[in-house]
C-alpha cells in the first residue's frame, strides 16, 4: 500500500513560481510511475510523470514551466512549477501506479493518490 502526503501549496501571483512536494511510504517498485494531476470543477488533468530512471512527461499546458523530479529513493517527489498563470489555479495531487508506458495522459488513473494541495494564482 502506498500512502502519498502532498505539500507546498499556496496562493501567488501570475508568473511567480511553487513547489510542491510528495512524501511518500510504503512499498514502491521499479515498475511503479509518480505522477501529479490536477482537479478543477471534477476534471482531472494529468500534469506530469516520471518513472524509476528519472524519464518525464508533461502536459502540453505545463511543459516548459513544470519539472518533476524525485529523490533516489524515491521517498519525495516535487513538482517545480515556474512561470504560473491564472489557469494553473487548482486542486493538486500527487499520484502513483504501475501503467504500460510512460504517457502523462495515464495520471489521472493512478490508483494511488494524495489529499491534495490547493494552488491559487493570481492575475
Known amino acids: 500500500q502506498i500512502h502519498l502526503q502532498e505539500s507546498g501549496g499556496g496562493s501567488v501571483q501570475a508568473g511567480g513560481s511553487l513547489r510542491l512536494s510528495c512524501a511518500t511510504s510504503?512499498?514502491?517498485?521499479?515498475?511503479?510511475?509518480m505522477g501529479w494531476f490536477r482537479q478543477v470543477a471534477g476534471e482531472r488533468e494529468g500534469i506530469a510523470v516520471i518513472?524509476?530512471?528519472?524519464?518525464?512527461d508533461y502536459a502540453a499546458s505545463v511543459k516548459g514551466r513544470f519539472t518533476i523530479s524525485q529523490d533516489n529513493a524515491r521517498k519525495f517527489v516535487y513538482l517545480q512549477m515556474d512561470n504560473l498563470k491564472p489557469e494553473d489555479t487548482a486542486m493538486y495531487y500527487c499520484?502513483?501506479?504501475?501503467?504500460?508506458?510512460?504517457?502523462?495522459?495515464?495520471?489521472?488513473?493512478?490508483?494511488?493518490w494524495g489529499q491534495g494541495t490547493r494552488v491559487t494564482v493570481s492575475s
Open positions: 499520484a502513483a501506479d504501475e501503467m504500460p508506458g510512460l504517457w502523462v495522459g495515464h495520471v489521472g488513473r493512478f490508483g494511488s
Open positions: 510504503g512499498y514502491i517498485s521499479r515498475r511503479d510511475y
Open positions: 518513472d524509476s530512471d528519472g524519464s518525464a
